[in-house]
């Protein structure tokens, strides 16, 4: 059984861009800039025509499809498999961040709050807070500090972990006070 060399070519242009587009993405999850999902887009992009250009290549025989093979590769070409890969990882639970607000604290210290929340619903899971020297013209990395709380599925406070720049101080998780 052999498969049409135009189809293997299509498979592994779709697939390594698709991974570069997924990789990209993955390196931006957890980013508070919205626009950091422009991968994201950008896949959903590149599918799209993808699967008009495979479709208008099938369809004026450009790539040729007769055996078995060839439209089992035809079809690993498409984005189909992976929009349910895709519908398979966003069923399953997973965290997010949900609300991030921030403040200009005592000398010229920003603060920042961050709600983590459950991906399929708006149930909190955690609070973290960091803290940076507040500077316009240089971006310094954000460093743990604060009381950060972890949240049952009923709401209650089931653990405490308290930082000072960076460092675990104190944490406690027996909180029946």
């Known amino acids: ?17 698709s991974f570069s587009f997924i990789v990209a993405e993955m390196c931006n999850y957890n980013s508070d800039d919205p626009f950091d999902q422009k991968y994201r887009m950008f896949l959903f ?3 799209g025509v993808w699967t008009c250009a495979l479709i208008f290549m099938l369809a004026k025989k450009v790539i040729s499809v007769y055996s078995l093979a060839d439209k ?5 070409s498409s984005p189909v ?3 349910l890969l895709l ?5 399953r639970e997973r965290e997010k961040i949900c609300s991030v607000g921030r403040t200009l604290g ?7 709050e961050v709600y983590v929340c459950m991906s399929n619903s708006s149930r909190k899971v955690r609070l973290e807070k960091y803290k940076r020297p507040y500077s316009p013209l240089m971006e310094e990395d954000w ?11 009923s ?3 089931i653990k405490r972990v308290i930082y000072e720049n960076g460092i675990i101080v104190a944490q406690s998780t027996d909180l029946s006070e």
């Open 87 to 91: 519908a398979w990882v966003e069923s």
């Open 1 to 17: 059984m052999k498969i049409n060399k135009q189809i293997i070519v299509s498979n592994v242009i779709f697939y390594i861009a």
């Open 155 to 157: 709401g209650d406070t």
């Open 45 to 47: 992009t590149f599918w």
């Open 72 to 76: 089992i590769g035809a079809f690993t």
């Open 143 to 153: 460093v743990k500090t604060g009381t950060w709380l972890y949240f049952s599925p």
């Open 106 to 112: 005592d000398n010229r210290i920003e603060l920042k």
């Open 81 to 83: 498999l992976f929009f």
